[in-house]
């Protein structure tokens, strides 16, 4: 191979390369924001809205990219008796694994410890966004988790069939 021709595929080589790293850290760390203060809700038996728990440490990751990047950690005082007793459980939800770098949140742990019954799942907000609605986990410690999951509107959407009536109307 002639020297030009190490130096144009030496060329494609960097470029390629250079391109997945920027592909890289832009889906793993570049559309993320990060923040250390927000409220989490639940929702409430009685009245089907979502209400405001007290959380004494918060930190959570979103992206504008997408409505399932979201990711919260938090603790709370409450009680799994009255949270039981007053917000929505869930029986079925499955954590979406956040970026390795957002250390406190483990989906795979997570998901494990509520099939386990180690941690009780609470709808957050139904259609928090049309499709999507925001899960929380909280162990009996306190210590709680928030996600986005694709609900069967969102699922609707996403695979072009049509959305049963038991959808919300949705915002264009």
Avoid at 124 to 149: L, S, T
């Amino acid at each position: 191979m002639s020297a030009s021709g190490k130096f144009v595929s030496g060329g494609i080589v960097a470029v390629t390369a250079a391109f997945g790293i920027g592909v890289y850290y832009a889906q793993v760390y570049g559309y993320y924001e990060t923040f250390s203060q927000g409220d989490v809700s639940l929702t409430s038996l009685e009245s089907g809205q979502p209400e405001r728990i007290p959380v004494t440490t918060f930190e959570a990751i979103d992206a504008d990219s997408s409505p399932i990047r979201y990711r919260a950690c938090f603790t709370t005082t409450l009680s799994t008796a009255l949270l039981t007793e007053t917000f929505t459980t869930l029986d079925k939800s499955e954590p979406r694994n956040a970026p390795d770098w957002f250390e406190c949140f483990d989906a795979n742990q997570i998901g494990e410890d509520l099939e386990a019954r180690l941690a009780t799942a609470y709808m957050g907000q139904a259609n928090y966004e049309f499709g999507i609605d925001r899960i929380v986990a909280i162990y009996d410690d306190g210590r709680g988790f928030v996600w986005h999951q694709i609900n069967d509107c969102g699922d609707k959407l996403y695979d072009g069939s049509q959305a049963s009536d038991n959808c919300p109307e949705r915002d264009q």
